[in-house]
């Protein structure tokens, strides 16, 4: 049996919601565009490769050919993640991304009983890497709040950005969450703002009281654009030209120092280099990401308990994700490290 028409039928039942997921929700859209992805690749790599895909049921297979079906789909193991290294330059994260895709349809196959494909899915390895994000330090966000001749000096373009930017160090939100919060998510109690929102990739709930800037900031969206109660008060953007803004307004910040930037291919740390063969700067590397992050780390730092920092980041008690998201700045760790220092310089001791 041909593999990529199995394949499709994998990502025509997960789209339609005959595939759930195992708490009975739908598979999400952007899941669904990673089974494309990874079947674009899988047709790539047996045509270049000229390695065709299929499926034998294992059901009908004596040892021998059980014996030949293994070095098979090791051979494919071996070949494709060569292809994805070499042919496609991607990195850990991207092919243990892919090798899920592939191993979460095999598990289809046999679990919907559409074919025995056996258990040789299993030794295929999903690799992966830690990679660093950039994360604001509180006296850089401070300069983002303070400094009204840089605000004045901005474009009307990068002012909104500067505005996203600075709400979403505050409160955690992904992306995709604050482009989303309306006029109507904030609401008033006793004289103080909180921010209603619900995470669009967990479906979880958070309430966030708002310091008075951001009010300052929603405030200013809502009657600049005129705003109704259920419409986006920031404008809309798609995430690569925010990206791309981001990095505009945090080299006009001079935030310019060479920081570098390691990514991980099948298991060796290699130094990417930006254009002209020249190091990353801090300001290049500033992504949607640094909010959530900075937004964390800066409420760690500054003393908020964890627990309380986990509610308003919507992470549960046992997230590892929760502490991916954590980077304490170095000046933070050096003062830190010095009080250690101090304690056995005393005479005393």
């Given at each position: 049996?041909?593999?990529?028409?199995?394949?499709?039928?994998?990502?025509?039942?997960?789209?339609?919601?005959?595939?759930?997921?195992?708490?009975?929700?739908?598979?999400?859209?952007?899941?669904?565009?990673?089974?494309?992805?990874?079947?674009?690749?899988?047709?790539?790599?047996?045509?270049?490769?000229?390695?065709?895909?299929?499926?034998?049921?294992?059901n009908?297979?004596?040892?021998?050919?059980?014996?030949?079906?293994?070095?098979?789909?090791?051979?494919?193991?071996?070949?494709?993640?060569?292809?994805?290294?070499?042919?496609?330059?991607?990195?850990?994260?991207?092919?243990?991304?892919?090798?899920?895709?592939?191993?979460?349809?095999?598990?289809?196959?046999?679990?919907?009983?559409?074919?025995?494909?056996?258990?040789?899915?299993?030794?295929?390895?999903?690799?992966s890497?830690?990679?660093?994000?950039?994360?604001?330090?509180?006296?850089?966000?401070?300069?983002?709040?303070?400094?009204?001749?840089?605000?004045k000096?901005?474009?009307?373009?990068?002012?909104?950005?500067?505005?996203?930017?600075?709400?979403?160090?505050?409160v955690?939100?992904?992306?995709?969450?604050?482009?989303?919060?309306?006029?109507?998510?904030?609401?008033?109690?006793n004289?103080?703002?909180?921010?209603?929102a619900?995470?669009?990739?967990?479906?979880?709930?958070?309430?966030?009281?708002?310091?008075?800037?951001?009010?300052?900031?929603?405030?200013?969206?809502?009657?600049?654009?005129?705003?109704?109660?259920?419409?986006?008060?920031?404008?809309?953007?798609?995430?690569?030209?925010?990206?791309?803004?981001?990095?505009?307004?945090?080299e006009?910040?001079?935030?310019?120092?060479?920081?570098?930037?390691?990514?991980?291919?099948?298991?060796?740390?290699?130094?990417?280099?930006?254009?002209?063969?020249?190091?990353y700067?801090?300001?290049?590397?500033?992504?949607s990401?640094?909010?959530?992050?900075?937004?964390?780390?800066?409420?760690?730092?500054?003393?908020?308990?964890?627990?309380?920092?986990?509610?308003?980041?919507?992470?549960?008690?046992?997230?590892?994700?929760?502490?991916?998201?954590?980077?304490?700045?170095?000046?933070?760790l050096?003062?830190?490290?010095?009080?250690?220092?101090?304690?056995?310089?005393?005479?005393?001791?």
């Amino acid at each position: 049996m041909e593999l990529i028409p199995l394949f499709q039928k994998f990502i025509k039942d997960a789209k339609s919601g005959k595939r759930r997921k195992a708490d009975g929700s739908k598979i999400k859209i952007a899941t669904v565009d990673n089974y494309t992805y990874t079947i674009q690749l899988l047709q790539e790599f047996e045509v270049l490769k000229k390695f065709p895909l299929r499926i034998r049921p294992v059901n009908k297979l004596d040892k021998r050919q059980l014996v030949v079906e293994r070095n098979y789909w090791r051979r494919f193991y071996k070949k494709f993640t060569s292809f994805l290294y070499q042919d496609k330059s991607c990195f850990d994260n991207y092919v243990g991304h892919v090798i899920k895709n592939i191993k979460t349809f095999f598990s289809y196959l046999n679990k919907e009983k559409i074919v025995n494909a056996g258990d040789f899915y299993r030794s295929f390895y999903a690799t992966s890497e830690e990679i660093p994000v950039i994360t604001l330090a509180p006296n850089q966000l401070k300069f983002l709040l303070n400094n009204d001749g840089f605000d004045k000096g901005l474009t009307p373009v990068l002012r909104n950005t500067k505005d996203i930017f600075v709400v979403g160090c505050t409160v955690a939100l992904r992306f995709s969450d604050l482009m989303l919060i309306r006029p109507i998510d904030i609401e008033e109690v006793n004289q103080a703002h909180y921010l209603i929102a619900k995470s669009v990739k967990t479906g979880i709930h958070t309430k966030v009281r708002l310091p008075e800037y951001v009010i300052n900031i929603f405030q200013r969206m809502i009657i600049s654009r005129k705003l109704k109660s259920a419409d986006a008060i920031f404008p809309p953007v798609c995430l690569a030209e925010f990206n791309k803004r981001l990095r505009e307004l945090g080299e006009l910040a001079g935030w310019v120092t060479e920081v570098g930037k390691k990514r991980k291919q099948a298991g060796q740390f290699r130094e990417q280099l930006k254009g002209e063969k020249r190091s990353y700067r801090f300001c290049d590397l500033l992504t949607s990401h640094t909010m959530r992050r900075s937004a964390i780390t800066t409420m760690l730092i500054l003393g908020v308990p964890e627990n309380v920092v986990r509610k308003i980041s919507g992470h549960t008690a046992n997230s590892k994700a929760f502490f991916r998201y954590v980077n304490y700045t170095q000046a933070y760790l050096d003062t830190e490290v010095d009080k250690v220092h101090r304690f056995f310089a005393i005479s005393e001791l």
